[in-house]
């Protein structure tokens, strides 16, 4: 029976309307309920290293290749594990598998894209303005895990198998009217763990030995920092950078690609909050996390001055940029909230050669 005193809802339904609107760009793999193994679907949002095309100079608008382009040219070889915070590969191509360049770093893991030719998405079909291209190919993600983040022991139903020498677990799935999911997961590092999740429509694309190419031809290039454009005057106490997207926000896990009308994409967290031991990257509902959205004022997705039930935002550069903060389930008082969005100083988001490296962007 139903009774009208039950415990009040961690969220209310404007808190999760507000969440929508956010991340209505996302474009997540859909993983059923209730497979049988559960365990990879939690760990299907794939492992990827975050490398930027490196900062350009001069005015020009910022491009962001679309995912039916190739991936770029390796850079000279490099260490995979550097600093938080900082990209350590680039994008590659091995055959019709395309990693892309890293769009999302932090203190756990980078992730980048990945991309198959000959492959459509039938949940996404037609023309994404946002992408520039007419047949988006949201196939698979790699995520560069730094040690000890990723908690391997939780790949259920996985084989053993080795990539280039090093010890790796693959597992296949699929079922009646559903995606055919692959996660291959190799120690790139001793204890450091580097995951490719596929979430295709196709059986034949990508492979597993295709995966396990790509996971073979993984290679470090000079390291470089993630840059927003902004600066930040005010955070909150207790709070810390986690994760940064380029052309990239909502839940931060580069699922879809980046986008040429999300410029960055900043989560802060409760510096406590567990690092190590993860099933997967974490989405935008973060225990306790806020995060900063710098995106185009789009027709599709207009911006507004002012609060709504939790989310704050204020128009820049003439109206053409939106600016949110955004916490999750009430972690900033609103006037906490205002105060860290007065704070934001934008660059120029159209020029990343006036982007600023996260860890200097902070002035407080």
């Given at each position: 029976m139903a009774t009208d005193d039950g415990p009040p809802l961690g969220m209310s339904v404007d808190d999760i309307v507000a969440s929508g609107r956010r991340v209505q760009r996302?474009?997540?793999?859909?993983?059923?309920?209730?497979?049988?193994?559960?365990?990879v679907a939690a760990v299907a949002v794939t492992t990827t290293a975050l490398v930027t095309a490196g900062p350009r100079t001069g005015k020009e608008a910022a491009r962001v290749a679309a995912s039916s382009s190739p991936a770029v040219t390796k850079a000279a070889a490099g260490p995979l594990l550097a600093d938080p915070l900082e990209f350590t590969f680039s994008g590659y191509s091995v055959g019709p598998v395309h990693v892309q360049n890293p769009i999302v770093a932090g203190n756990a893991y980078q992730i980048a894209a990945v991309t198959v030719d000959g492959t459509t998405d039938s949940r996404h079909p037609g023309k994404v303005?946002?992408?520039?291209?007419?047949?988006?190919?949201?196939?698979?993600?790699?995520?560069?895990?730094?040690?000890?983040?990723?908690?391997?022991?939780?790949l259920a139903g996985a084989t053993s198998t080795t990539v280039s020498g090093h010890r790796a677990l693959k597992v296949e799935?699929?079922?009646?009217?559903?995606?055919?999911?692959?996660?291959?997961?190799?120690?790139?590092?001793?204890?450091?763990?580097?995951?490719l999740d596929s979430?295709?429509?196709?059986?034949?694309?990508?492979?597993?030995q295709q995966l396990e190419a790509t996971a073979a031809a993984l290679n470090g290039a000079a390291a470089r920092p993630v840059t927003v454009p902004f600066r930040l005057s005010y955070v909150p106490p207790g709070y810390?950078?986690?994760?940064?997207?380029?052309?990239?926000?909502?839940?931060?896990?580069?699922?879809?690609?980046?986008s040429v009308t999300q410029y960055s994409g900043l989560f802060f967290a409760k510096s406590g909050l567990r690092k190590t031991g993860l099933g997967g990257p974490y989405d935008n509902m973060m225990p306790g996390a806020f995060e900063i959205m710098i995106s185009a004022n789009t027709p599709?997705?207009?911006?507004?001055?002012?609060?709504?039930?939790?989310?704050?935002?204020?128009?820049?550069?003439?109206?053409k940029v939106i600016v949110e903060v955004a916490g999750n389930a009430g972690s900033l008082s609103q006037g906490e909230t205002m105060k860290v969005l007065?704070?934001?100083?934008?660059?120029?988001?159209?020029?990343?050669?006036t982007w600023v490296d996260i860890r200097t962007a902070l002035t407080r």
């Open positions: 996302r474009r997540r793999t859909a993983l059923a309920a209730g497979l049988a193994i559960a365990a303005s946002d992408r520039g291209d007419v047949k988006p190919r949201l196939d698979a993600t790699l995520t560069l895990y730094r040690p000890g983040a990723y908690a391997v022991q939780r799935h699929h079922e009646s009217f559903g995606p055919w999911l692959r996660t291959l997961a190799w120690e790139y590092a001793p204890n450091a763990w580097a995951v979430d295709a429509d196709r059986a034949d694309l990508p492979t597993m810390e950078v986690f994760a940064v997207g380029d052309h990239m926000t909502g839940s931060l896990d580069a699922v879809g690609g980046p599709d997705a207009p911006g507004t001055n002012g609060c709504d039930s939790g989310p704050c935002t204020r128009l820049a550069d003439g109206g007065n704070g934001i100083r934008l660059t120029d988001v159209q020029d990343t050669g």
